[in-house]
């Protein structure tokens, strides 16, 4: 996104114009040789420049609650440039929620779309997000699309994995002003983003209960299939018996676990199994642990009473299934 800049008595001047977390502008002015204590001044006009009345000084200076309908003008007093900001249209607000396109299904390629705002800059952008939560209400989730992962799907869509089948899709859009800067990362998977809370420059909707696969995966982008790179218990040691003619024994599948960066831990077991979490955060420690009587794919996730009280930062998470450790990584825990 290109800065609102001007040039004046040789100076190129520009204003960054950005929102706050709580919807209202805030900008920077600069010059382009900038130095050390640049004094400017401001001016709230008309779209077109007149009817200006002082605003403020300072280099960085918010909208504060302006209504819509202005623009900004500084000016510099050494070097005598001056520059204007976007048309600022009042705090942002959401007017319609973020909805999805393509089946809430696993396999499927999904794709967000972004919501409708009233307020902010003109030249405003948004940035959406896919997460699985663990409940209709949105708790406990994992995301499924980050800006910063390189191999992600076109218009931020995702291709939903099968090991989120039955939980619920979250979307969310994030409206940034029009000159915002991101540093440049590139993270190696989407699902250990964090996930944006709901806010006055974020909203939120959720799209449904995700449906089980109806076929192939629809899309190759995205990262790879989660059970094709999951961490497999290891064959429990043969047992010794009499020598007889060979018998092809039966292949017994093994489970699989899959540990998220937020603490949710999904293991798929083929058949019957008993599995045990325990976290560790210095000397305190939570635990659960459950018997699955049948074949399926299971989720667990520490309850937000056991993390709050496991206290914030990240933890010690250490999986065992049917007695064997399948898992021990660092986790950063999410209510």
């Given at each position: 996104m290109a800065m609102t800049e001007v040039a004046i008595a040789g100076e190129a001047a520009f204003i960054q114009a950005t929102l706050g977390p709580d919807g209202s502008g805030s900008m920077l002015a600069n010059v382009a040789?900038?130095?050390?204590?640049?004094?400017?001044s401001w001016n709230v006009c008309a779209p077109d420049g007149s009817e200006c009345i002082p605003f403020g000084s300072g280099q960085e200076i918010a909208t504060g609650a302006t209504q819509g309908g202005?623009?900004?003008?500084a000016t510099e007093a050494a070097s005598g440039a001056s520059v204007t900001s976007?048309?600022?249209?009042?705090?942002?607000v959401a007017a319609t929620p973020p909805s999805t396109?393509?089946?809430?299904?696993?396999?499927?390629?999904?794709?967000?779309?972004?919501?409708?705002?009233?307020?902010?800059?003109?030249?405003?952008?948004?940035?959406?997000?896919?997460?699985a939560c663990e409940s209709p209400a949105g708790t406990g989730c994992t995301s499924l699309t980050d800006p910063d992962y390189p191999q992600g799907c076109p218009g931020g869509a995702a291709v939903i994995d099968p090991v989120f089948t039955g939980m619920y899709l979250r979307v969310a859009d994030?409206?940034?002003?029009?000159?915002?800067?991101?540093?440049?990362?590139a993270d190696s998977t989407p699902y250990e983003a964090a996930v944006w809370p709901a806010g006055p420059t974020v909203s939120v909707a959720m799209a449904g209960q995700i449906l089980a696969a109806a076929g192939a995966r629809e899309s190759a982008c995205g990262p790879p299939p989660i059970e094709a790179r999951q961490q497999q218990a290891p064959e429990p040691p043969p047992t010794a018996r009499t020598p007889t003619a060979p018998v092809a024994a039966p292949k017994r599948r093994r489970p699989s676990v899959t540990v998220m960066d937020t603490g949710l831990v999904i293991v798929n077991c083929p058949s019957a199994c008993r599995i045990a979490m325990t976290v560790r955060r210095g000397t305190k420690t939570r635990s659960i642990s459950a018997t699955r009587k049948k074949p399926g794919i299971w989720r667990f996730r520490l309850s937000a009473g056991s993390i709050a009280r496991l206290g914030p930062g990240r933890a010690q998470l250490i999986l065992r299934v049917n007695g064997l450790l399948v898992a021990r990584r660092s986790v950063r825990l999410a209510s």
């Open positions: 040789n900038g130095h050390a204590g640049e004094a400017w202005h623009v900004f003008v976007p048309v600022w249209n009042g705090p942002t396109s393509g089946a809430v299904r696993a396999n499927a390629l999904v794709t967000p779309v972004s919501g409708t705002w009233s307020g902010g800059w003109i030249g405003d952008f948004d940035v959406t997000q896919l997460a994030h409206i940034y002003g029009p000159n915002t800067m991101f540093s440049a990362e």
